[in-house]
C-alpha cells in the first residue's frame, strides 16, 4: 500500500527566502502526486500534481515540485515567499491500482518578517 | 457550480446524540469522500464511495455510517457521538484519483 512521509512539520522561512517543503512517498507500482494548500479556516485546494511526463511540475502562486523517482521524492518549491504563502501544504499519492489518495500529515509553513 | 457544499458549518453534539453531516456536489463526480482532520494528524479517510450505491470504509471508519443514493450527494451518519470524534471534517469529490479533489469548506464537531 502506498503511504506518504512529510519530513516536517513546521518550516519557518523569513519573507522573500527561499523555501522547501519535503515529501517522501512509497508504492509498488506507478503514482499520481498532489501538492495542497490549506489556508486558515478553509479546505484544501490544489497547488500542482504530476502524473507523468516533465519530472518539474509548476503550480500556481509560483510553487513547483520535482518528481525524483530513484528518490521516491515530490519535494515543493518556491524561490521567494510570501506573507501570503502562511497557510499548511499537504502532500497526496494515489496509484492507479486505488480508489483513494493518501495525504500526508501536512507542514506548517510560518513566514517571518 | 457551487461545487462541493458541506452543511452545517459548526455543531456542538451531547455525548451519545447523533447527526448527519450532509455533503452536496453539482460536478457531477463519481468519486466522493469522508475525511476528518485533527491538528497535526492530516486527514484521515472515514469512507468513500465510487458511485451511486456504492459505499467503502476508508482508515477511520468506527461511529460513523454512509449512503450515497444519489451522484450528487453523500450524508456521514455520527451514532452515538464521543468525545474522540471532535474533530474538522471535509468532504471532497473527484471524477477520479488521478484528477482534483474538490473539497468542501469543512463542518467543526464538538462533542461534549
Known amino acids: 500500500a502506498q503511504s506518504v512521509t512529510q519530513l516536517d512539520s513546521q518550516v519557518p522561512v523569513f519573507e522573500e527566502a527561499p523555501v522547501e517543503l519535503r515529501c517522501n512517498y512509497s508504492?509498488?507500482?506507478?503514482?499520481?502526486l498532489f501538492w495542497y494548500v490549506q489556508y486558515p479556516n478553509q479546505g484544501l485546494q490544489l497547488l500542482l500534481k504530476?502524473?507523468?511526463?516533465?519530472?518539474l511540475v509548476k503550480g500556481i502562486n509560483g510553487f513547483e515540485a520535482e518528481f525524483n523517482k530513484s528518490q521516491t521524492s515530490f519535494h515543493l518549491r518556491k524561490p521567494s515567499v510570501h506573507i501570503s504563502d502562511t497557510a499548511e501544504y499537504f502532500c497526496?499519492?494515489?496509484?492507479?491500482?486505488?480508489?483513494?489518495?493518501?495525504f500526508g500529515k501536512g507542514t506548517r509553513l510560518h513566514i517571518l518578517p | 457550480n457551487a461545487g462541493v457544499t458541506q452543511t452545517p458549518k459548526f455543531r456542538i453534539l451531547k455525548i451519545g446524540q447523533s447527526m448527519t453531516l450532509q455533503c452536496t456536489q453539482d460536478?457531477?463526480?463519481?468519486?466522493m469522500y469522508w475525511y476528518r482532520q485533527d491538528p497535526g494528524m492530516g486527514l484521515k479517510l472515514i469512507y468513500y464511495?465510487?458511485?451511486?450505491?456504492?459505499?467503502d470504509k476508508g482508515e477511520v471508519p468506527n461511529g460513523y455510517n454512509v449512503s450515497r443514493s444519489t451522484t450528487e450527494d453523500f450524508p456521514l451518519r455520527l451514532e452515538l457521538a464521543a468525545p474522540s470524534q471532535t474533530s474538522v471534517y471535509f468532504c471532497?469529490?473527484?471524477?477520479?484519483?488521478?484528477?482534483?479533489?474538490?473539497f468542501g469548506p469543512g463542518t467543526r464537531l464538538t462533542v461534549t
Open positions: 504530476y502524473l507523468s511526463g516533465s519530472t
Open positions: 464511495s465510487v458511485g451511486a450505491g456504492i459505499t
Open positions: 508504492s509498488s507500482v506507478s503514482v499520481y
Open positions: 471532497a469529490s473527484t471524477p477520479g484519483t488521478h484528477y482534483e479533489q474538490y
Open positions: 497526496a499519492v494515489s496509484d492507479a491500482r486505488d480508489d483513494k489518495i493518501i
Open positions: 460536478m457531477n463526480h463519481n468519486y
